[in-house]
């Protein structure tokens, strides 16, 4: 089914906030309308729903594997060519225990940014409804649905005292 | 800190663009200089590649001159950046928000300059690369994991890439910014792509803030780290006796954070003063930083009171004959008293007042001290400790600087300059976002007569405030 974007820009965020509920008692479920912002709002200032994201598990996993990686090279490396060197064991558990302490460093970092990108729902490449007067502190709130309901989001995004005209978006 | 000046969305992006949207008329200039002295530098060392490592002033028993105490002063350097960031993040203090990204870039370039000294050092920097990478020789030799210059390149390794990535992730709502104010099509697709698309939805302001926070708190130990192995590259070495200690590793890592802390503030005076941004950077945030730099360089020179108290306590001769040598002797001497009293005794009673804390032009002077100091300080901990006379005569000499050498070391400085000029010309050195958001969190109200900043904190799940604390 064809769907389109709609968008519409506020000053105040008590607007942005009446723009949210409107939409909800025009029937609007959470995942078709989103706000978007120039800044970081503390969570809840419009009423709209905590996001849920599991970025916690991604640098867990991350220095798993990069704890295993380091295991691997450090152990197999020195059996691959196995010279005493100082009287040392051939496995130095404190030499290999700084390869690994970095290697699982290493391998957190790189999934907790996969992560931060995965969790954030980027890359985005299509924009659907924006505005480039929303990093100048404009608010907007766009919805994202069946073109059959286009004209109730409208109206609900009209009737909370929208600045300027509607932005319509892309069709797919 | 109640100085505050509330300034709207587009006032922040007009402040803070206005030298990325347009050609400030000394950035050209100031960038040929550097780009000259980086090519001389560059010059310098293909000289060196060409006629070998004896064009230096490297000779036995001095191996490590220059280029080694300035590998460890860039590493020093690099780690105050993200230190800085990461632990005023996770205290989420309020007054980090125009520096923090000054700081996290500084980081990236002082990196990359401090990785600059031990390639050129080894003389045949390309053969570094089987080193780092453990590759299947012919003869199945493989690098031998238990010498520090493998864990070196590990740890070096690993912060440069986590800063460099700390740094990319932190931008992408600058650039969404960046995006929508530039009027080229062509530079408009460039941002964004570099963007990724970003839009300012709740779900991605959610994830840059806890993205900060736990980045902070996974690159922090990583920091630690790196400064211990880098002390350690001293400090198992067998050869050098002054150079076994225990108290290298934290003394490093605070000696690293005391010049990096000061670098922080130099280069916040230096974008006040360049950039025309004391609309954000105020003498408050002088203020901060300074008293922040009483405490480090007062543990600092509690960490480097005590290396001199456990080297002298034990009446060892090798200790007490490299004390006499850093302290007493010629040419030492006069280097050591100008490091202890600039990077402590003329900075630290001048940042107890308040008018010294607030003038960006001493703050500016004091920590360019400090730096002289800690640069000082390495190249006497390196220096005097291989020079120092040993049982065999023929192993004693000493060590001059070649200006092959001295070429070098300024190319470093060129770098960092020249990389943090170019990056400020195509992105912003103060994050926006950050500080767009400290004005939405900092929203003026009336308490009694007066009207103050509120403040609360960032990153708080809605339903926080909702409950009864």
Redesign the interface.
């Known amino acids: 089914m064809t769907k389109r974007s709609v968008l519409g820009l506020y000053v105040e965020e008590d607007s942005a906030a009446d723009a949210l509920d409107n939409l909800r008692d025009a029937g609007f479920g959470e995942g078709e309308y989103?706000?978007?912002?120039?800044?970081?709002?503390?969570?809840?200032?419009?009423g709209?729903a905590?996001?849920k994201?599991k970025?916690?598990r991604w640098?867990l996993v991350g220095a798993v594997c990069g704890f295993t990686g380091a295991l691997i090279?450090?152990a197999g490396?020195?059996l691959?060519?196995p010279?005493l060197?100082?009287g040392?064991p051939i496995l130095?558990i404190p030499?290999?225990a700084?390869?690994m302490?970095?290697?699982s460093?290493?391998g957190?970092?790189?999934l907790?940014?996969v992560g931060?990108?995965f969790?954030?729902?980027?890359?985005?490449?299509?924009?659907g409804a924006?505005s480039?007067k929303?990093?100048?502190?404009y608010i907007g709130v766009t919805v994202t649905t069946d073109e059959s309901k286009t004209d109730a989001a409208e109206e609900a995004l009209k009737k909370a005292g929208i600045d300027g005209d509607i932005i319509r978006g892309w069709k797919e | 800190m109640q100085e505050h000046t509330q300034l709207t969305q587009k006032e922040i992006n007009d402040g803070l663009l206005k030298d990325i949207l347009t050609l400030p008329k000394w950035w050209l200039p100031a960038v040929l200089f550097l780009a000259a002295v980086i090519v001389t530098g560059l010059s310098a060392f293909f000289f060196m590649v060409y006629h070998g490592v004896g064009v230096t002033g490297l000779n036995r028993p001095v191996f490590w001159g220059f280029f080694i105490a300035n590998f460890v002063f860039w590493i020093g350097i690099s780690h105050a950046g993200i230190m800085i960031s990461a632990i005023l993040r996770l205290t989420q203090a309020e007054w980090r928000r125009p520096i923090t990204r000054a700081a996290e870039v500084m980081t990236v370039f002082s990196l990359m300059a401090a990785l600059h000294t031990p390639l050129f050092h080894v003389g045949r920097p390309w053969r570094v690369a089987y080193w780092i990478f453990p590759y299947d020789f012919d003869r199945n030799i493989w690098p031998n994991i238990k010498s520090p210059f493998v864990w070196d390149p590990s740890a070096v390794g690993t912060y440069l890439i986590a800063s460099s990535l700390f740094v990319f992730v932190c931008l992408l709502p600058d650039i969404a910014i960046l995006r929508d104010r530039v009027t080229s099509p062509l530079i408009k697709k460039i941002y964004g792509f570099m963007c990724l698309g970003f839009r300012g939805t709740p779900r991605q302001w959610k994830l840059q803030i806890l993205a900060g926070i736990l980045l902070s708190a996974i690159v922090l130990p990583v920091f630690v780290s790196v400064h211990s192995i880098v002390s350690w590259d001293f400090a198992v070495l067998v050869a050098v006796e002054g150079w076994h200690s225990t108290i290298f590793a934290p003394y490093f890592i605070i000696g690293a954070i005391h010049s990096g802390v000061s670098a922080v503030a130099m280069l916040m005076a230096l974008i006040v003063w360049i950039y025309g941004l004391q609309k954000f950077i105020k003498p408050d945030h002088f203020d901060a930083i300074a008293r922040l730099l009483i405490i480090v360089a007062t543990t600092w020179f509690f960490f480097f009171f005590l290396e001199w108290v456990w080297a002298l306590y034990n009446l060892e001769s090798p200790e007490i004959a490299l004390r006499e040598l850093q302290a007493f002797e010629w040419p030492y001497a006069p280097l050591f008293a100008i490091f202890v009293i600039a990077s402590f005794f003329i900075p630290v009673p001048l940042w107890l007042f308040k008018r010294c804390r607030r003038s960006p032009m001493i703050m500016f002077l004091t920590t360019l001290l400090v730096n002289i100091g800690m640069w000082l300080e390495r190249f006497l901990i390196i220096i005097p400790g291989l020079v120092r006379r040993g049982h065999m005569t023929f192993d004693w000499g000493t060590y001059h600087p070649s200006l092959i050498e001295i070429l070098i070391v300024v190319e470093t400085f060129a770098f960092v300059a020249f990389g943090m000029l170019l990056f400020a010309k195509v992105l912003p050195l103060i994050p926006l976002f950050d500080v767009k958001e400290g004005m939405v969190l900092r929203r003026l109200m009336k308490v009694g007569r007066k009207t103050i900043p509120a403040s609360m904190r960032e990153g708080l799940p809605h339903h926080y405030y909702e409950k009864d604390h």
Do not use: V
């Open positions: 989103e706000i978007l912002t120039g800044t970081p709002y503390p969570e809840g200032t419009f709209e905590e996001p994201h970025l916690y640098p090279i450090t490396t020195s691959a060519y010279l060197t100082g040392k130095s030499a290999m700084i390869i302490y970095e290697g460093m290493l957190a970092i790189l907790t940014i931060i990108i969790e954030s729902r980027l890359p985005r490449i299509f924009m924006y480039e929303i990093t100048e502190g």
